[in-house]
Structures are given as C-alpha cells and as structure tokens.
C-alpha cells in the first residue's frame, strides 16, 4: 500500500512523503499527504446522509474496505457514531460491525441496514394517528410550533410504547434526523445545523435575534420527504445485497469490553474516537435523547481532557482490537490535531496501538479544502488542523 500511496494522483496532485517520529518508540512512520479521496458532499450513497456530530465521510472507510478487504470479511467500528464504516461495509458487500456507548447510534444505523420499501413507509404514515391530548414539554415551545410538538409527542409515545418492526425503526430514524435544522426540511423552527441541538436558552436567544417564531410543519410530510431522499440511491441489488449479508455485531456498550464478538473475527476497523474534550456528544443529542426516551444521564461517553486520560482509554480499546482482529487484520485509527494543532494525536495513538501488538504501518494525512458545511461555522481552511483527516494504519502479526 505505501507504494500506491507514493504514486497517488487521482485528484491532480503528488503525494508528499516523510516520516513521523514517535518518541515514545523510538522510531519513525512513514507519513503521506494528499487528497486521497474527494470532498465533494454528495460523493457517496444515499443511505449515509444522516446528520451527526463530528462524523468522517464516507469516502473514508471505503477507502481502505476497498485495499484491505474481501466481500464477506468482517469491517468494524468500535466508535460507530451515526454507522458510516458499517454501513459502507454493508453496501460494499462486507459484514457490518459496530458498537457505540450511546443508544442513539444502533437506533441510526440499523434500520438503513435493513431498508423498507418505500411504498410500506407510505402506507405506514398513511395509518398513524398524530393527534395528542396529553401533556407537552412547553419549553420546547421554543423550537416548534405547538401542533408540531403534538404531533411529535404522538410519535414519541407511538415509538416507545412498542418494539418497532423494520418500518417503526425507519420513521424513528427519520424523526430523529429531522428533530432541529436550519431549513423548512426540519420540524423546528431555524437553529444549528442538524448535528446538535442547541439548549432552550439558546434557542430563545437565536428566537429573539432573527425575530422568529416556529411555524407549523407537516410532520408526515417531512418524514416522507426524508425517507425518499435517503432511499434515492437504494436499487434491488443494494437491497439483495444488504439482504444477504450474514448477521453482523451492531452493539451499545463500551468499545473496551465487546465479549459479543469472537476472538479473530474481524479484518479491518476504520474508526474516530472522540478526540479529548472537543465535541459533547451527550449535549449534542440532548433533544434526540428526549425522542427516543434515553436518558442521557446514562449514557457514559468518552470525555476525557488530558492527553494521558485519552491515551489510557484508547491503549484499553487497542487490548480488545487485538483480542477481536485476525491476524493480518488491519486497523485505520482516524485522529486529528487538536487545541489549535498544538497536539497531534497521530503522534500519541501509535504507541497505544503498539503497546497492544499492533505494528504501525503509516500515517495518511487527507488534506481537502473546506466544503459548504465546513465554511458555514466561519473557520478558514488550513487552520486548527480541522480539514484533514489523519489515519494511523496499524496491521495485526
């Protein structure tokens, strides 16, 4: 693979070489830095367009299931987020296999492992009852239209009153990404993109500022709209495919401690961890959380805000990699400067990996330019280390 790497020009530049020391090893990594694979937002298929915080592309994953793996081979996230890599696994005929401490995650990926037709979705909302008599949350009068709450509280207590059947699980899905947004695509009123929800104070704040007040949605009609955009792309051979695959491990617990999965059964992973104290997860899907009825006391995310906490937790989930991954398995640790590119975190998660058995392979640096989304929060491109990805390529003896 480093050849390829060296010889890299599919987007119109050379690749540049050099080698990343690594003190605690006493050694150095091979390093290369281009484009690998392209920025453009729609580059990808229709059941990855699903807003969450912090989520890598899906030209990512694809890139190494692609180089290191075989159709009917195990690709693994254990820090699955919204289910990029399962999911890409899946479409690209691989086992899917993720886990993720919070709840939020399997309810996002598993019903796009398992697409309805779209016309079940029809006739599904077609039958629901939206009507609601019954109490509503009036601090989230701030975000919707009384009606919308309504009906949103009708869908809630329909969700959970039931363990969904492959239709159920899909409108929940979609109610979930369609919670808060910035476009009459979304039940709420304008506020953040739709990879977090802003708090009720803020929303208020935003309220007064652009002099705003929620206006009424059509529910139905937005869950609809959603469904027919996230199944643009899914063909007979996509749902065959999907159909056939053998069952995968999608799980809700602590990626350092997965006995569900069998020693050796995996060949590749492709992960991002949560990167010290950057992103909250658990504020971010606050308003996700009421929905589907989790409490997010409960859920205990990886917050760590010091480096050495962040390495111990990670060297842990490196002990169970190499447990679950075969041998001449692989293992893509996607990680990111931080703290204003003052730390690396390439140059620290190389000992963890190594410390379990992993030999680091190389780091690849995929330098883009911002996309729309990016700009949109007023960050320039080539500072704070945020426009580029960088994956550490550990492989198993």
């Given amino acids: 693979m480093k050849e390829e790497l060296r010889q890299f020009h599919a987007f119109g530049s050379a690749t540049e070489c050099s ?44 890139f190494f299931i692609e180089r290191l793996t075989r159709p009917g ?22 086992v899917p296999a993720g886990c993720d401490v919070n709840p939020l995650s399997a ?21 629901l009852d939206l009507g609601w008599d019954g109490a509503i949350p009036e601090e989230l009068l701030v975000f919707y239209h009384e009606e919308t709450l309504r009906g949103l509280c009708a869908l809630r207590s329909y969700f959970n009153s039931h363990k969904p059947d492959k239709v159920d699980a899909w409108l929940r899905m979609v109610a979930l990404n369609r919670l808060t947004g910035h476009s009459a695509g979304f039940f709420s009123v304008y506020t953040l993109p739709p990879n977090q929800a802003v708090s009720v104070e803020s929303q208020r704040k935003i309220n007064e500022k652009r002099r705003q007040t929620p206006p009424r949605r059509d529910v139905k009609g937005i869950l609809l709209k959603k469904s027919r955009a996230l199944l643009r792309d899914c ?3 996509d749902r065959q495919r999907l159909e056939a695959l053998p069952h995968g491990w999608i799980l809700t617990g602590s990626s350092d401690q997965t006995p569900q999965i069998p020693d050796a059964a995996v060949s590749l992973v492709v992960t991002s961890p949560p990167f010290l104290d950057i992103v909250d997860y658990r504020q971010d899907n606050w308003l996700r959380s009421w929905f589907a009825a989790i409490d997010p006391d409960t859920v205990s995310v990886t917050m760590e805000r010091t480096l050495s906490g ?25 990680v990111g400067e931080v703290r204003h590119g003052s730390i690396r975190l390439e140059e620290h998660v190389v000992p963890c990996g190594a410390e ?11 330098r883009q330019r911002f996309t729309k989304t990016a700009n949109c929060w007023g960050i320039s491109n080539n500072t704070q280390g945020t426009n580029t990805n960088r994956i550490v390529l550990f492989h198993r003896d």
């Fill in 19 to 62: 080698f990343t020391a690594v003190p605690e090893l006493k050694r150095e990594v091979a390093t290369f830095t281009n484009e690998f694979w392209t920025s453009a937002q729609r580059a990808c298929h229709s059941l990855h367009e699903i807003s969450y915080r912090a989520c890598f592309k899906p030209q990512l994953p694809a």
């Fill in 73 to 94: 081979e195990t690709v693994y996230d254990p820090f699955m987020g919204r289910g990029t890599t399962p999911l890409e696994a899946a479409l690209s005929g691989r």
């Fill in 107 to 127: 309810l996002l990926l598993s019903p796009r492992l398992a697409p309805p037709p779209l016309h079940e979705i029809e006739e599904r909302l077609r039958s």
């Fill in 235 to 237: 063909t007979r051979e």
């Fill in 310 to 334: 962040w390495k111990k937790a990670m060297s842990a989930v490196f002990r169970e990699l190499a447990r679950v991954v075969k041998p001449g398995g692989h293992v893509a640790f996607e």
């Fill in 356 to 366: 379990a058995g992993f030999v680091p392979d190389l780091i690849l640096i995929n």
